[in-house]
Every structure is written in C-alpha cells, then in structure tokens.
C-alpha cells in the first residue's frame, strides 16, 4: 500500500511563491515516476510537472516552464514543486501522482489559490 501526503497550499498573491511537499509511506520502493498534476475548477485535470526518481529527468507544462522546478529526495520519498511567479490562473487543487511498477497513486490534492 502506497499513501501520498501533501503540504504546503494555500492563499498567495499574484507574482508570489509556494513551495509544495509530497512525501510517500508505505510501499515506496520501485516508484519510477512522481508528478504533480492540478485541477482548476470546471477544467480537466492536468500533468503539471515530472520527475524521474533515477536520474532527475523532468518534464514540465508549457504554462509553468521557467516558473516551477519540481525536484525530489529519493532518502525521503518526497517531491517538491516550487512555484513562482504565480499568476490567478495557477489556482486549483494540486495532487501528487506516483507511479509505482505500473500501478498509479494519489494524493488527496492540496488547494494552492493566487489572488490578483
């Protein structure tokens, strides 16, 4: 059993930053890919950012790339996303995703809102 916790939202001013946690228990061995994904309301829920537990390799959204770094500590089965510059457009509910062996999992989402 994989359990996903994050931390780390809330409210911010537009042009402000936000860093978010995710940290993984349970069965955390053999997790390839960690992610963040967002879902702003009435919209469809989106790939944010990516990272590879080996090697470091990341993939980002054209609408955060040169804003937010995802990073992770594979000793502490966490992944970070560290937003700046962040714009009204950013505010939705953000949710850690791991992939482990094939096998998809998720956090419970944590609200991330940007006032203008």
């Known amino acids: 059993q994989v359990q996903l916790v994050e931390s780390g939202g809330g409210l911010v001013q537009g042009g402000g930053s936000r860093r978010l946690s995710c940290t993984v228990s349970?069965?955390?061995?053999?997790?390839?890919?960690m992610a963040w994904y967002r879902q702003a309301p009435r919209k469809q829920r989106e790939l944010v950012a990516e990272i590879t537990t080996s090697g470091g390799i990341t993939t980002y959204a054209d609408s955060v790339k040169g804003r937010f770094t995802i990073s992770r500590d594979n000793a502490k089965n966490t992944v970070y996303l560290e937003m700046n510059s962040l714009q009204p457009e950013d505010t939705a509910v953000y949710y850690c995703?791991?992939?482990?062996?094939?096998?998809?999992?998720w956090g419970q989402g944590t609200q991330v809102t940007v006032s203008s």
């Open positions: 995703n791991v992939n482990r062996m094939g096998a998809r999992y």
């Open positions: 349970g069965s955390a061995s053999g997790i390839n890919v």
